[in-house]
């Protein structure tokens, strides 16, 4: 069973920050691809950021050089380092995780969590 939990959402000021925390229950967090996704109002959940087994990185176009994920293998914890936020990162953000880095980039993860709603807004 693995089991994800979601925390750090919240309402920021358009250029502010958040960081979002996934912590994974489970004894196999480290053979695990995870990911970001996000799911704004109206719209089709999109990929936001993913990180393989190993370490390799893989961002959408739209949060480069403005999100940074990361793991603690230790810890069993992800991270999802959100800066330069815009009203249009506004969305339900789900942390998501597979034996398969292609699952987790198209979406398809076998596991999820609830999902933390981030606002951004003056």
């Known amino acids: 069973q693995v089991q994800l939990v979601e925390s750090g959402g919240g309402l920021v000021q358009p250029g502010g920050s958040l960081r979002l925390s996934c912590l994974v229950s489970?004894?196999?967090?480290?053979?695990?691809?995870m990911g970001w996704h996000r799911q704004a109002p109206g719209k089709q959940r999109e990929l936001v950021a993913a990180v393989s087994r190993d370490g390799r990185l893989n961002y959408a176009d739209s949060v480069k050089a403005r999100f940074t994920i990361s793991r603690d293998n230790t810890k069993k914890i992800m991270y999802l380092q959100m800066n330069s936020l815009k009203p249009e990162d506004t969305a339900v953000y789900y942390c998501?995780?597979?034996?398969?880095?292609?699952?987790?980039?198209?979406?398809?993860?076998?596991?999820w969590g609830q999902g933390t709603q981030v606002t951004v807004s003056s």
């Open positions: 489970t004894n196999i967090f480290s053979s695990l691809a």
């Open positions: 998501n995780a597979d034996f398969s880095l292609t699952a987790v980039g198209s979406g398809s993860s076998r596991y």
